[in-house]
């Protein structure tokens, strides 16, 4: 039997590669290997900055029996390998913080007191403001909580939302200051995001693809 093998003295390059190849097969796999020891962080990128290069893909977030998400730990489903993760969200232990959607792993949270939306990353817990969320309605321009029936997160971060039982989209960019909103002709249920492209259905079951609004 030979020598142990010390392998937190791995050189910077290899550790680094390891990590790059970790991460293209998932975020959650890049976590885990950073968290072995310190040698192996210290040569990696930290990945609590909000980036579209630390985006959790194929993520989807698991409710309770009741339909509902509460409580500080959510358990998340990932859809192409099958794997369970319970991930501790110490960020909803702030009880004006409330899940108002999720899209591709990321969840969307509305601040109660103020109005604005925060797109958080829950396996990193990198967290970026968004616009506080006003938009007109039948009735006339309203600040309420947003019941989103469709949330997407593009590739540039481009945030689009389709509030329930409307006919808006809603769109910014991170760092915008206001949303943006198109009207549509039906009411929209749900949306997807799909090679550049925004799909929505309405409640017509009909379904509207939107080019330019994704750009």
């Known amino acids: 039997m030979g020598p142990r093998r010390d392998w937190s003295l791995l050189p910077d390059e290899p550790i680094e590669q390891i990590a790059n190849n970790l991460l293209a097969k998932d975020l959650t796999e890049y976590l885990r290997f950073r968290a072995v020891c310190q040698s192996w962080r210290r040569p990696t990128a930290d990945p609590r900055n909000f980036s579209n ?14 339909g509902s998400i509460k409580g500080q730990h959510r358990q998340f489903l990932n859809i192409s390998t099958g794997n369970l993760l319970r991930v501790h969200v110490p ?6 913080y409330l899940v108002s959607a999720v899209a591709d792993g990321l ?10 939306l925060f797109l958080l990353n829950p396996f990193t817990r990198a967290m970026v403001r968004l616009p506080k969320f006003v938009y007109p309605n039948r009735a006339g ?7 989103i029936s469709g949330a997407v997160v593009t590739s540039s971060l481009t945030v689009i939302l389709c509030p329930s039982e409307s006919e808006l989209i809603a769109i910014a960019k991170l760092g915008d200051l206001s949303w943006q909103f198109f009207c549509q002709e039906r009411l929209l249920s749900s949306s997807l995001f799909f090679k550049g492209c925004l799909y929505a259905v309405s409640l017509g079951n ?4 939107f080019e330019s609004a994704t750009k």
């Open 91 to 96: 960020e909803l232990r702030n009880p004006d």
């Open 53 to 66: 290069h630390f985006r959790p893909h194929n993520w989807i977030l698991l409710m309770d029996h009741d």
């Open 107 to 116: 969840l969307l949270l509305w601040h109660i007191d103020t109005g604005c």
């Open 206 to 209: 009909t379904i509207t693809r």
């Open 141 to 147: 321009v309203c600040t309420r909580y947003p019941v």
